[in-house]
């Protein structure tokens, strides 16, 4: 705590739920020479409320990817009303980022640490071409996809597995790349397809992985059985790719 | 024609259907100081074809108005296949502009004269936050709309009218201000709401005239009788307001 009463730690803890498109951003998490959705909002609550305030999000999202219920908590000097937070917070935010609930919350709530499960979407445009509209939201696919196939795939994958050849660096993890898949579907709707994934906790790109692998399964270069063996490897290899970031929305956190 | 056949009249005349994210660009039509998506097109086809090539279209949008059907007819100097045209010009037209589909055409075909039909959608999102990756694509409407008022306007308008009081320059018309509105529907679908118009032919930013007029019908402003005196008065006025660009989009043209 300093003389002004700056930096002083604030008894008002609020939750945010957030929406963002990705693509102007580096990410999620501040970081230097790159905009970042949590550098926004600490420069937004900087001028909202004279101190400064660290904004703690559910997790990471990389470069590129989307939120449709991104979840963060705060605290901050005074207590303000959800409404009146919300709409301050939207009034000085840019259009791309947007608050879509803000709660007071309580002191013991912590948006990384309480939360007990995540869905990611991970959404894909199979057709000869993407219509333009879609192009920041959509992972393209133009050779037809397999449905049966990628839920042959999924089902494989979904449970509780060692998913150390389903992340972009295992050795990050420093407990156990074990993790609990609790729904892998695959869904689609005329060109749109969607891979849902939800889980207690995802690994490093993890998702992104899943969506590599099933892809490449879809268009039938390489059997869903293949999923069993790969598990088993613990090896990362070329056969699971990582699918581009513009197809990827962290979709809900639930506490 | 020049000594080196360039600028000549050709024989292969083509059909182009067109999708287009129209937030970056001054419009359909070519103009000076602007990127247009007739300019864009005509500037991948002078690399294709090393010749001139006009693109006529079969009426021009907006700035910031979106395609998803529109049509163009070109001569080019050779006959091409549908699929060789519709994916070299995809390969050099910026993302936000995709062919869908390309195909040979009579001489007696013309963008613009021979449409019997075209379809309007102007998309709206009736909710207190706008959805960031919806940002270029809805016209944001808080307040609540009311479906019942929005349908009994529209039904009002539908048919055969003097539209003065719906374009924003009645003058510009050298015959008639008249038309054929053969469609004009209000659906939703949870915080969705569509307006589509159809008609042989439509007066300059009528259809954003329409959902500017209808969207003041929505939110209670004017009650839906007032249809009926403000197409009879046939003078524009402050009540009817010309809805933004952005949820505008050229749905289909009919030939």
């Known amino acids: 705590m300093d003389g002004n009463g700056t930096n002083r730690l604030s008894a008002y803890r609020h939750k945010l739920v957030i929406a963002y498109d990705g693509s102007a951003y580096g990410g999620w998490q501040i970081q230097p020479n790159s905009r970042t959705v949590q550098g926004e909002l600490e420069s937004v609550f900087r001028t909202l409320t ?33 409404d009146r937070l919300l709409n301050a917070l939207n009034a000085s935010l840019p259009r791309d980022i947007r608050i879509l609930k803000a709660t007071r919350a309580a002191e013991t709530f912590h948006a990384r640490r309480s939360a007990v499960r995540k869905e990611y979407r991970y959404c894909i445009w199979n057709a000869p071409v993407l219509l333009p509209h879609l192009r920041q939201y959509r992972a393209h696919i133009r050779e037809p996809l397999n449905l049966g196939a990628m839920c042959a795939a999924a089902a494989c994958l979904a449970g509780v597995h060692d998913f150390a050849a389903f992340t972009a660096n295992p050795n990050r993890e420093v407990d156990s790349t074990t993790r609990n898949l609790m729904k892998l579907t695959v869904t689609q709707k005329g060109h749109d397809w969607v891979i ?14 899943l ?3 099933l892809i490449r399964v879809g268009s039938g270069a390489v059997p869903p059985q293949e999923a069993a ?10 056969r699971v790719p990582t699918a581009p970031p513009e197809g990827l929305f962290l979709w809900r956190v639930w506490y």
Chains 1, 2 share one sequence.
């Open 50 to 82: 004279n101190v400064e305030v660290k904004v703690h999000g559910s997790g990471r999202t990389d470069q590129g990817v989307h939120a449709l219920g991104q979840v963060a908590h705060c605290d901050l000097p005074t207590a303000w009303t959800g």
């Open 196 to 209: 849902a994934a939800m889980s207690e906790g995802f690994l490093y790109k993890m998702v992104r992985s």
């Open 211 to 213: 969506a590599g692998f």
């Open 229 to 238: 063996r790969i598990l088993q490897s613990k090896e990362r290899t070329a």
